[in-house]
Nanobody, 122 residues
Framework: QVQVVESGGGLVQAGGSLRLSCTAS????????VGWFRQAPGKEREFVAA????????WYGDSMRDRSSISRDSDQNTVDLQLHRLKPEDTAVYYC???????????????WGQGTQVTVSS
């Protein structure tokens, strides 16, 4: 198990941007694919984007495919999610987790962290 820490959420107006960051200690995080997910009130958790460890291949879910960009810094052991043109319906708690495959959105490995709240006002 790896304990991740998400940060960067906040309150933003519709059309704005945010950069979320996911970090964890230890080599297991740096050598794993990592994905971002989100959960809005009353809804199931939803896959947003993921990135592999070495080649940094990326995969995006339908919800924010054209409005998000995932990246990772191996030296800093972080995986960032840049969100653009945010909409009120993007309001959710955003989580990161290690994954066995970026193409298998249910392949997360660890217990969920506390996440970071993103609130988009209209």
């Amino acid at each position: 198990q790896v304990q991740v820490v998400e940060s960067g959420g906040g309150l933003v107006q519709a059309g704005g941007s945010l950069r979320l960051s996911c970090t964890a200690s230890g080599p297991a995080f740096g050598s794993s694919s990592v994905g971002w997910f989100r959960q809005a009130p009353g809804k199931e958790r939803e896959f947003v984007a993921a990135i592999t460890a070495i080649k940094k291949k990326t995969w995006y879910g339908d919800s924010m495919r054209d409005r998000s960009s995932i990246s990772r810094d191996s030296d800093q052991n972080t995986v960032d999610l840049q969100l653009h043109r945010l909409k009120p319906e993007d309001t959710a708690v955003y989580y990161c987790n290690r994954m066995t495959s970026i193409y298998s959105t249910e392949s997360y490995l660890d217990e969920w962290g506390q996440g970071t709240q993103v609130t988009v006002s209209s």
